[in-house]
C-alpha cells in the first residue's frame, strides 16, 4: 500500500479507472453493436469485472515465488502461504470494483433478483481455479523466465476472442470458439446469475470438470517439483 502514500483515493483510484474505462466502451459499443444500453452496459460490466479479476491470477503468477526470492531462501514458509496472499489481495480489489457494479444495476434500476446467489458458488470456483493455475504458472516461470511474457501475449488474445465487449448471440450458427472456450464458461457462471440468469447446464460442466482436472494435475506438478521451487527462484 505504500504507492498510495499520500493519495487521496488511494487504492479506490483503482476502481474509478475502471469505471471510467467500462461506462466509456459501454456507450461506444452500444451504439456500434445498435443494443440498449440498459442491456448492454450491465452485461460489459460484469464480463469487464470478472475477466479483470480471472487474468489477474494470470498475469500476476509469473512473480509469485520469483517475487518472494528473499522469503523463500530464508524462511521456510508453506507455498501455499503465497498462492493465498496473492489470492485474497485479488478478492479485496475484486470488491472495491463490485462498487461498479452495484452503481450501474442501480442506475438502470435494474435486479438480478435470487439468482444473484447463484454466483457465490460461482467465484468460489473461479477463485479455485484462479489460485491453481497461479501455483502452476508460478512454478513454471521460476524455473522457465520466459513464460510470463507468453502468457501476457495470450491473455490479450483470449480477451478478444471471450465474449466479454461482444454477445455469443451475435456469432449467430458459429458458437464453436464460444463452446469449447473454457473461460467463456469461467466468466458465464459468475456472470449470468449477476445478470439475473441461471447458467446453463453445460457452464457447470465445463467448470466443474476443470476445476477436477486442475486440483489433479497441479496436485501431482506440485508434488513432484515442489522441493526445487528454491532452487530455482
Not at 103 to 116: D, I, L, Q, R
Request: hydrophobic share 55%; aromatic share 16%.
Amino acid at each position: 500500500m505504500q504507492r498510495y502514500r499520500r493519495s487521496v483515493l488511494g487504492p479506490l483510484w483503482l476502481t474509478v479507472s475502471m469505471a471510467i474505462m467500462i461506462v466509456s466502451l459501454g456507450l461506444l459499443y452500444a451504439q456500434i453493436f445498435q443494443s440498449r444500453i440498459d442491456d448492454f452496459l450491465p452485461y460489459l460490466c460484469v464480463g469487464f469485472l470478472v475477466w479483470g479479476y480471472f487474468s489477474s491470477f494470470l498475469t500476476e503468477a509469473g512473480l509469485l515465488f520469483v517475487g518472494s526470492e528473499t522469503y523463500i531462501k530464508q524462511i521456510k514458509l508453506p507455498y501455499a502461504l503465497y498462492v493465498c496472499r496473492g489470492t485474497w489481495s485479488k478478492v479485496i480489489i475484486f470488491a472495491h470494483n463490485f462498487v461498479i457494479y452495484l452503481g450501474v444495476m442501480a442506475y438502470f434500476h435494474n435486479s438480478p433478483g435470487a439468482n444473484a446467489l447463484l454466483a457465490v458458488p460461482g467465484f468460489v470456483l473461479l477463485t479455485i481455479n484462479g489460485a491453481l493455475v497461479t501455483l502452476f504458472i508460478g512454478m513454471a516461470s521460476a524455473r522457465f523466465r520466459d513464460i510470463p511474457q507468453v502468457i501476457g501475449s495470450l491473455v490479450q488474445i483470449l480477451f478478444f476472442i471471450t465474449p466479454i465487449m461482444w454477445k455469443s448471440d451475435q456469432l449467430k450458427d458459429r458458437t464453436l470458439i464460444v463452446d469449447w472456450n473454457p473461460f467463456y464458461h469461467l466468466i458465464q457462471i459468475v456472470r449470468d446469475p449477476l445478470l439475473g440468469d441461471i447458467p446453463t447446464a453445460a457452464t457447470y460442466v465445463v467448470v466443474i470438470t476443470m476445476t477436477l482436472i486442475n486440483l489433479v494435475v497441479v496436485g501431482l506438478f506440485f508434488g513432484r517439483f515442489r522441493e526445487r521451487i528454491s532452487y530455482w527462484v
